[in-house]
């Protein structure tokens, strides 16, 4: 059952602040605060909003596992965290930014405000530790004095609405801790990141998610739905098959994910109703060396929900076509291919638009 992130309350915050690296790569000393941030009613409801928000958002968030177990690693920051004493809380909470800062290797990774905050969530009151890394941004402020409204610049924003500017982990104390043990297994944690679930800014969310806190995909099912995708297209590309039959490939991939109402999938059952004896292998070879595994998997398309709305067809010539996915075989029809590298293609419909 997904995790519900209704009824969160932060008990307290204490914001530190890392920096870009130096020009020579070397890291720059964060700069720690001593004393609790303190926020009125509206401040405080405000950020438990933005983080519900952000941590809710099934596209850009998800649970992951938690590897980096070893003393002083953020898990481990974050369970001694959980169980501080304010003043405890204020100085180990200083680990953290240090951490961060030892992640961002690059200096392409700005600087930026790192806010610890704990408290409880859901109905059962759950202890939680959770990090926001959130980058400094501009903007205005409208100020009104004797009816004249004017704009105030600000140099210095963070947490506005803008989610692409800031990632939150959320470490759950999901069982208490028994004889005194702290195990993983006992903990959830959640990785909000707008780059992370996108294969072509993922490496932009590797330094947060895995180097700095010392977690990996677990195996989701909207993850495995997506890996199932990408590496299915992955093997047709490895075929020596006339492309008009790998087309045909793709439209039976897009048929099994998107328009099956199965809500089971498999790599067995997909190679049985779409390839040739002679590929079956091969793919169920290609795919289990992927990391999928060799049973059903819970159909969730959430991740490659755009990547289905749409296909495209690109020829050597670099003429490309775009279609809606839902009737594609309906709208593009592949004639023939003639003698002098040209495709006779009929699409329903006339021209609306040339850009």
């Not at 009613?41 to 992951?64: C, D, V």
């Not at 961002?104 to 969530?121: A, E, H, K, L």
């Amino acid at each position: 059952m997904p995790f519900g992130f209704n009824n969160l309350l932060i008990k307290r915050i204490i914001v530190h602040e890392v920096y870009q690296r130096s020009d020579n790569r070397d890291i720059v000393p964060p700069k720690y605060s001593t004393e609790f941030t303190t926020l009125d009613i509206k401040g405080i409801a405000t950020l438990q909003e933005r983080i519900i928000n952000a941590l809710g958002n099934e596209s850009y968030s998800l649970e992951m596992q938690i590897n980096g177990t070893n003393p002083e690693s953020v898990f481990d920051v974050s369970t001694k965290l959980i169980a501080s004493a304010d003043n405890d809380f204020k100085e180990i909470s200083k680990k953290l930014p240090l951490k961060l800062a030892q992640a961002q290797t690059s200096r392409i990774i700005p600087g930026g405000v790192v806010v610890v905050f704990d408290g409880t969530i859901g109905s059962n009151n759950k202890r939680f530790l959770g990090i926001i890394k959130a980058e400094i941004h501009s903007g205005f402020n409208i100020i009104e004095d004797d009816n004249v409204l004017s704009l105030e610049f600000l140099s210095d924003l963070l947490l506005t609405p803008q989610q692409k500017l800031y990632k939150i982990a959320l470490f759950i104390e999901n069982n208490s801790p028994q004889n005194g043990s702290i195990l993983p297994e006992n903990y959830l944690v959640f990785v909000y990141d707008h780059n992370m679930t996108k294969s072509e800014t993922q490496q932009a969310a590797q330094y947060f998610y895995e180097t700095f806190l010392g977690c990996t995909f677990s195996p989701s099912d909207k993850k495995l739905t997506s890996d199932f995708y990408h590496y299915t297209k992955e093997f047709f590309e490895t075929l020596n098959i006339p492309e008009d039959t790998k087309l045909d490939l793709e439209t039976g991939l897009y048929t099994y994910l998107k328009v099956s109402q199965n809500n089971l999938i498999s790599v067995t059952e997909f190679a049985d109703e779409y390839l040739e004896p002679e590929q079956k292998d091969n793919y169920s070879e290609f795919m289990f060396d992927k990391g999928l595994p060799d049973r059903q998997i819970n159909k969730d398309i959430t991740y490659i929900m755009y990547k289905l709305r749409r296909r495209n067809i690109k020829f050597t010539s670099d003429v490309k076509i775009s279609s809606p996915s839902d009737n594609f075989e309906d709208l593009v029809h592949i004639i023939s291919k003639t003698e002098d590298d040209r495709t006779i293609v009929s699409i329903k419909g006339t021209i609306k638009k040339v850009d």
